[in-house]
C-alpha cells in the first residue's frame, strides 16, 4: 500500500485510508461476514466512503476523494 507512505496525507488520514483498503481488500460477496454490516446491494458507494471518514467532492467534470 504505497498510498501510505506518501507525504499527501496526514497521520489519521492514513489509519482511514488503510482501514478502507483492508475493507477491499479482505471483502468477498461469497462469505456474509466480511461486509462488516455493510449491506453492499443497496449502499451507494458514497455512503460507505462516508463510513470510513472519505470525503467525495465535485468540481466541474470531475468527482475527486479526498480527506480519508
Known amino acids: 500500500m504505497d498510498a501510505l507512505k506518501s507525504s499527501l496525507m496526514?497521520?489519521?488520514?492514513k489509519r482511514r485510508?488503510?482501514?478502507?483498503?483492508?475493507?477491499?481488500?479482505?471483502?468477498d460477496e461469497t462469505k456474509p461476514d466480511t461486509t462488516k454490516?455493510?449491506?453492499?446491494?443497496?449502499?451507494?458507494?458514497r455512503e460507505l466512503f462516508a463510513?470510513?471518514?472519505c470525503v467525495l467532492s465535485h468540481t466541474g467534470s470531475h468527482t475527486t476523494a479526498s480527506a480519508w
Do not use: C, I, P
Open 37 to 45: 454490516g455493510h449491506n453492499l446491494n443497496v449502499m451507494t458507494s
Open 10 to 13: 496526514g497521520m489519521f488520514e
Open 51 to 53: 463510513k470510513f471518514g
Open 17 to 27: 485510508a488503510r482501514s478502507f483498503f483492508m475493507y477491499v481488500q479482505d471483502y
